[in-house]
Structure formats: structure tokens, C-alpha cells
């Protein structure tokens, strides 16, 4: 008779290495593995608590953990979702959708085209409405205090996914509230009616989309593609050229060329984490060479925007066509500015009146909060003291029965009492921005400025782009060498 002992003892010996490898390695790290595409958000081991045990948050915490530290869920978990994926043709992500021929689309790609995202931002269609006309308005007149100083500002809408593609997007089953107010419909007509600059790449892509032979989304990219960014740049550099009088050095393309894809051509099917595509794509991408111009000039353009910017951002850095780029993204972080981290550490002031260009560059879904908190702080950032906002918060709180009608709202709406505070002060100064700003209804802006501005205006009067352009580039580096002295001193110096 056949010897089983081996093979029983070698089923044993496999089935404990099965449960304490992933142990081990929970513990330990033993294998450095490659962290899951998406966001993470780490769930740490809870307290033990007599409280905590008592009412089973202890162990429903701990189950969290393990689940979230297992060892190996690196490999165990596209593991499972390419066998859901193959068999079932599920998925665990419910952020993502799968419309005709296998397109992916957001839900916010959904919610825009079937209903507008009015009501992620507002209760009805009035209110949504008139957050955007005020809005606009806010930044016509951004545009027009920052003329005064020689910067030009525009904004960019960049292309949408849901609109090029709509006849590709999942049946409706989601969203029935009434028809909202699109945000890409509503900005270009009112910024054309105000005289806002704005270049909008939406309707331009919906007008090339049947006559270009390249793709303008991949399947499974929520971005417009790398080549089309590409592409896209030269308009975008020819529209600032146009709008500002600079001569900005131009450029020609390159061959298009097949490459390993990068994260942002894939990110939404990234976020299945799949061990195999789901489709098998050629991904293009294309280098830029720049024109030799010896009347060209490198002005400082300064972005405020979202991820659609990184893929133009790319091929416009490498060929060194400005001086610097940087760009705060979504307002808070801060990229391609050595040193620099947050855009709450920057002098906003500095920033705009040193560069030459500044751009908002948002995409549909995120046009519904076009000002982000960057128009109004700017304005303020040029009519208040700096610590108007201080003081004002100081004095609330010194305000027995203010203070205490702050801590009510604070825990109405869950938020820190320093939070509350912010928001109630914000809501203040906005009041005095439409008192100094003049009516909305007729667009006029303030003359009052912040003291350390008080005559330097007058340095960029009767100036022509290039003259303004120069004396800008000769602050900016005598703003290097004397970080500390005013902006009139260094302004005169730069005039000499």
C-alpha cells in the first residue's frame, strides 16, 4: 500500500505556512511590496477600553485593521478582483461605472450629464445660479485689479469626458431630480458678456472630436489624453500670446510614439486594481520642439487648477518655454516652486503681482466651485490688511454672546470652533468685499488697496507688454536677492 504520510505532512506544513506567511508579513514587512493604486485612507489599531469592549467598537475595530493590514493584500486583493472581475464582470469600486464598450465614467461624469452637479453644490437651480454670477463677477473684477499691475489673468475650461461622450455613458438609473444648471454652460456666456478672458477647450473639443486622428479620452482615463494635452498646449500658448502682447517662443511636435501608459491614462481602471487590462490600448504621447525665436521672451505663468493640468504641464516644462511654472493645485499644494509646500505659506499679493500670467484651469465637474477659495482671497489679499482677518476673529471672541452663538453652530455642523470662527469671519469680510467692491450689478471695483501697494500701480502705466514683462522679470530677481524689502522699493529700483 502507497505511502501517504509525505503527502499528508507536506499538505499540513503548505496549509501553515498559508496562515502564518500573511502574519509574518504583517508584522514584519518582510517583502516590500507595491503599495494599491487609489486612495487609502489607513485605519489604525483602536483602543482597548472597558467601554470600547462593552460595546463591540473594540473588536469591530480590530476586524477593520486585520482586513486593512493583512499581509499580502497587495497581491491578495487584485487576486480577487480580477477572478470577480473575469467570472462575474463585478467590480468592489462603486465610485466608477462601465458604460458602452467598456467606457469608464465617474459617478460625477453621471451626475453632471444627467442632472448638472447643482445639487452637490446647492438646494435649487436659483441658488446654483446665482453662486455663479457672483462668482464671475468676483473675478472680473480679480482681473481687472491685476491689469492694473501688468498680470494678466484668463481662465481655461478644459475638456469633458462626459460631454465628447455622452452617447457612451451607462443608462440613467441614479438621477431624477429636475434639470440643473451646467456650469460649463453658464460661465462662457456670462464671462463673454463681462469680458472675462476665457479659453474653453470643452466646446473647442467638441467641435475637432470627428476630425482628428488621435484620441482625445482613453477608455479608461477620466483625463484627456497626454497626446491631446499635448496638442492642446499650442492653442494654449497662441491664446496667452494673443491676450497678453507677449511674444511667447512657440514650437513644433515630434513623431507620436507608443509607450508603457502612465498612471493618468489609466486612473480610473486603476482604482479596480486588477492584476490584467481590462482592454489592451496603444497609448501615444508626443515631445515638443521649440521654435528658435530670438525675440521670444519666458514669462512667469502661475496656475491655479486641477489635475487636468498636469499632462499639458509635462512637455511645456521640459522645453523650457517660461521662466517658471508653478502651480497651486485646487489651491492648496504647491508644485514646480522649490521650497514651497502649501499656498497658505505664499505672499498671494507677491505671487500674482510677480507674474505674468495666471491662469484658473478647471474642468467641467470642477467649474461648480470655480473660485476655490482663490478669487475672494485674493481680493482680500489686495484691499485688507493682512490682519484684518485676525483681529476680527480676536474681537468674537472677546464677544461673549458671539462666541457663544459660534460654539452652537460649530456643533451643529461638527466642525472645530476655529473652523467655525474662519467661516464666520470669511462670511464678514465677503459682506465688505461687495461694499468696497462697489454694486455687483455694475461690475465696479474698489481703489482702496493694502498700504505696502500704495503707488505702485503707477509703475506699470502707459508701459507696453514687453516694457511691463521686463521690469517684472528684473523684481522678480532683485525679489530673490532682497526677500524682505517692500514692493515700491524693489518696484523703483527695477524702473532705474
Given at each position: 500500500m502507497k505511502n501517504t504520510r509525505p503527502y499528508y505532512i507536506t499538505l499540513v506544513v503548505t496549509l501553515i505556512v498559508l496562515i502564518t506567511l500573511p502574519a509574518i508579513q504583517q508584522m514584519t514587512g518582510l517583502f516590500k511590496l507595491p503599495p494599491l493604486k487609489g486612495f487609502n485612507n489607513p485605519v489604525e489599531m483602536p483602543e482597548l477600553t472597558f467601554e470600547n469592549y462593552k460595546s463591540g467598537n473594540f473588536q469591530s475595530g480590530v476586524n477593520d485593521y486585520l482586513k486593512d493590514n493583512l499581509g499580502f493584500r497587495e497581491w491578495l486583493i487584485p487576486l480577487y478582483n480580477q477572478y470577480a472581475w473575469d467570472l462575474y464582470r463585478k467590480t468592489e469600486n462603486n465610485g466608477v461605472f462601465f458604460g458602452k464598450d467598456?467606457?469608464?465614467?465617474?459617478?460625477?461624469?453621471?451626475?453632471?450629464?444627467?442632472?448638472?452637479?447643482?445639487?452637490?453644490?446647492?438646494?435649487?437651480?436659483?441658488?446654483?445660479?446665482?453662486?455663479?454670477?457672483?462668482?464671475?463677477?468676483?473675478?472680473?473684477?480679480?482681473?481687472?485689479?491685476?491689469?492694473?499691475?501688468?498680470?494678466?489673468?484668463?481662465?481655461?475650461?478644459?475638456?469633458?469626458?462626459?460631454?465628447?461622450?455622452?452617447?457612451?455613458?451607462?443608462?440613467?438609473?441614479?438621477?431624477?431630480?429636475?434639470?440643473?444648471?451646467?456650469?460649463?454652460?453658464?460661465y462662457p456666456k456670462r464671462f463673454k458678456e463681462l469680458g472675462v478672458n476665457f479659453l474653453d477647450l470643452n466646446a473647442l473639443y467638441k467641435i475637432m472630436i470627428d476630425s482628428v486622428d488621435y484620441p482625445l479620452f482613453y477608455k479608461a482615463g477620466s483625463h484627456y489624453t497626454h497626446l491631446a494635452a499635448t496638442y492642446t498646449a499650442d492653442t494654449l500658448v497662441k491664446y496667452m500670446e494673443a491676450i497678453s502682447g507677449l511674444n511667447i517662443q512657440n514650437f513644433t511636435f515630434q513623431e507620436p510614439y507608443t509607450k508603457k501608459p502612465k498612471n493618468i491614462d489609466r486612473d480610473m481602471e486603476n482604482l479596480y486594481n486588477l492584476i490584467f487590462p481590462i482592454e489592451k490600448v496603444d497609448y501615444y504621447y508626443v515631445s515638443i520642439d521649440p521654435v528658435a525665436d530670438s525675440t521670444a521672451i519666458k514669462p512667469k505663468w502661475l496656475t491655479i487648477g486641477d489635475s487636468f493640468y498636469w499632462n499639458i504641464a509635462?512637455?511645456?516644462?521640459?522645453?523650457?518655454?517660461?521662466?517658471?511654472?508653478?502651480?497651486?493645485?485646487?489651491?492648496?499644494?504647491?508644485?514646480?516652486?522649490?521650497?514651497?509646500?502649501?499656498?497658505?505659506?505664499?505672499?498671494?499679493?507677491?505671487e500674482l503681482i510677480s507674474a505674468d500670467i495666471v491662469m484658473l484651469y478647471w474642468c467641467p465637474i470642477n467649474l461648480y466651485a470655480l473660485e476655490h477659495g482663490f478669487v475672494n482671497n485674493a481680493l482680500l489679499s489686495f484691499c485688507y490688511d493682512p490682519n484684518y482677518r485676525r483681529n476680527l476673529i480676536e474681537y468674537m471672541k472677546n464677544d461673549e454672546e458671539w462666541y457663544n452663538s459660534i460654539v452652537e453652530k460649530a456643533n451643529d455642523r461638527g466642525v472645530s470652533i476655529d473652523e467655525m470662527l474662519k467661516i464666520d469671519a470669511?462670511?464678514?469680510?465677503?459682506?465688505?468685499?461687495?461694499?468696497?467692491?462697489?454694486?455687483?450689478?455694475?461690475?465696479?471695483?474698489?481703489?482702496?488697496?493694502?498700504?505696502?501697494?500704495?503707488?505702485?500701480?503707477?509703475?506699470?502705466?502707459?508701459?507696453?507688454?514687453?516694457?511691463?514683462?521686463?521690469?517684472?522679470?528684473?523684481?522678480?530677481?532683485?525679489?530673490?536677492?532682497?526677500?524682505?524689502?517692500?514692493?515700491?522699493?524693489?518696484?523703483?529700483?527695477?524702473?532705474?
Open positions: 467598456n467606457w469608464l465614467f465617474f459617478w460625477e461624469h453621471m451626475q453632471d450629464q444627467y442632472e448638472s452637479l447643482t445639487y452637490k453644490y446647492a438646494n435649487t437651480p436659483e441658488e446654483m445660479a446665482a453662486t455663479f454670477e457672483k462668482d464671475a463677477k468676483s473675478l472680473y473684477m480679480l482681473q481687472e485689479v491685476l491689469k492694473s499691475y501688468g498680470t494678466t489673468l484668463f481662465v481655461c475650461i478644459s475638456p469633458s469626458k462626459n460631454e465628447l461622450y455622452s452617447d457612451l455613458l451607462p443608462e440613467n438609473k441614479n438621477f431624477y431630480k429636475p434639470e440643473g444648471v451646467h456650469a460649463d454652460v453658464f509635462e512637455e511645456i516644462r521640459e522645453a523650457g518655454l517660461f521662466e517658471a511654472t508653478p502651480f497651486w493645485y485646487y489651491n492648496k499644494e504647491v508644485y514646480f516652486d522649490p521650497g514651497r509646500l502649501y499656498t497658505d505659506e505664499l505672499n498671494i499679493v507677491d470669511d462670511y464678514m469680510i465677503n459682506q465688505r468685499i461687495e461694499e468696497d467692491f462697489g454694486n455687483f450689478d455694475d461690475t465696479t471695483f474698489p481703489s482702496v488697496r493694502i498700504e505696502a501697494l500704495s503707488g505702485v500701480d503707477e509703475f506699470f502705466k502707459d508701459k507696453s507688454a514687453t516694457e511691463i514683462f521686463a521690469l517684472k522679470q528684473k523684481y522678480r530677481q532683485l525679489k530673490k536677492e532682497n526677500p524682505d524689502a517692500d514692493w515700491r522699493t524693489l518696484f523703483e529700483e527695477a524702473a532705474q
